[in-house]
């Protein structure tokens, strides 16, 4: 593969709105220089019934700029992060598709040469179906993760946040420290990774029953045991203004209650890939490590703080209390 093949690849890029209209128009703002570098970069906004008018200001934005590369599809209803994305990808694949799909957050800034990186990557190794990109925090600060598919250790681990647990098992936990090479992962940040074309083509997608988080966990789950490979690629710098778009992660001044979709999505993606009985035993788990912790705490006196009412929404929504079906509501706290 020439040096050039990146410049042989096409991407479209994908960007989900929900209210964040400005922060959108920054992201396309980042784009517009990635396509110098690029044979062909489009980018597909797909507004998530926005009831701000973001959609609207996003529209004049690119009539402003004269951004004939940009579509604005508008979607009816909010089915949350997947569906968005599976809109995008759905009008992408009808209207001559590029050979990479690149999935962005709306709170993404892209840094120069992000877009040829990963598509150089991909061009070089056919068998990668995913990779995701180095991503800044808002201060500029390297956040240096990818993750390990959550298990019944991994979720032990998160729970109890216990040093020396987590040193016995730190080939389980979750989140990854990953070094300043390229590194094959189990999974990538969601805020910013590109997807080979025939890898959505064979009917990997997006399960639009998760409303937000866990769905990127999910699709890299199932694109590797379709024998896709995912991997980090850290020359590929991505600004993530973390939870910016859904006010959940980042550094927060006061922490928020998780929203009920969390805990949803976390239960649904056990039951789905693992079945009934490990995802209690994951429950289990995740409730053990935190006991362990908060009682460490109060011994030594140094508890950490948590969301508000962690562990009464973590039970409520766990594998030991029956299923309800979940009324999903638009509104701030929504995606």
């Known amino acids: 593969m020439t040096r050039d093949a990146p410049a042989l690849m096409s ?29 062909r970069l489009r980018a597909i906004v797909v507004d998530n019934d926005s009831p701000d008018g973001s959609a609207d200001h ?32 759905s009008w992408a694949l009808e209207c001559d598709p590029a050979d990479l799909f690149w999935f962005l957050n709306p709170d993404t800034v892209v840094r120069a040469n992000a877009g040829s990186c990963l598509a150089s990557f991909m061009a070089m190794h056919p068998k990668a179906g995913i990779a995701g990109s180095a991503l800044l925090e808002s201060d500029g600060s390297p956040w240096p993760y990818a993750f390990r ?24 936990a979750i989140l990854r420290r990953v070094a300043d090479r390229c590194e094959r992962v189990d999974w990538v940040s969601g805020a910013s990774f590109m997807v080979r074309r025939s890898l959505l083509e064979a009917g990997i997608l997006f399960d639009e029953r998760y409303f937000l988080y866990y769905e990127e966990t999910d699709f890299c789950l199932h694109a590797r045991k379709a024998g896709w490979e995912c991997w980090y ?4 710098v991505v600004l993530h203004l973390a939870g910016q778009s859904t006010g959940v992660t980042g550094r927060q001044h006061a922490l928020r209650r998780l929203p009920g979709y969390w ?22 788990g995740w409730v053990a490590g935190h006991l362990f912790d908060r009682a460490r705490g109060a011994v030594l006196g140094s508890a950490r703080k ?13 594998s030991f209390v029956p299923s309800r079906v ?5 509104g701030p706290d929504a995606f």
Not at 13 to 38: D, F, K, Q
Not at 150 to 169: M, N, S, V
Not at 233 to 236: G, R, T
Request: net charge positive; glycine share 10%; hydrophobic share 45%.
């Open 233 to 236: 690629v850290p020359d590929a």
């Open 58 to 89: 996003i529209e004049a934005v690119i009539r402003a700029r004269g951004w004939d590369w940009v579509v604005l599809l508008r979607s009816a209803t909010n089915g949350g992060f997947g569906s968005g994305n599976n809109i995008g990808i």
């Open 149 to 172: 598919f959550p298990t019944i250790l991994g979720e032990l681990e998160r729970g109890a946040r216990f040093g020396l647990l987590t040193a016995l098992l730190k080939n389980n």
């Open 306 to 318: 948590d969301p508000p009412f962690l562990l009464f929404d973590f039970i409520r929504h766990s």
């Open 263 to 284: 805990f949803q999505s976390r239960r649904y993606y056990f039951l789905k890939n693992h079945g009934p009985l490990y995802g209690m035993l994951a429950d289990l």
């Open 11 to 39: 991407i479209d890029v994908i960007v989900v709105n929900y209210c964040t209209g400005p922060l959108v128009a920054a992201c396309l703002e980042s784009l517009e220089v990635e396509r110098r570098t690029l044979r």
């Open 326 to 330: 979940a009324k999903r509501r638009k």
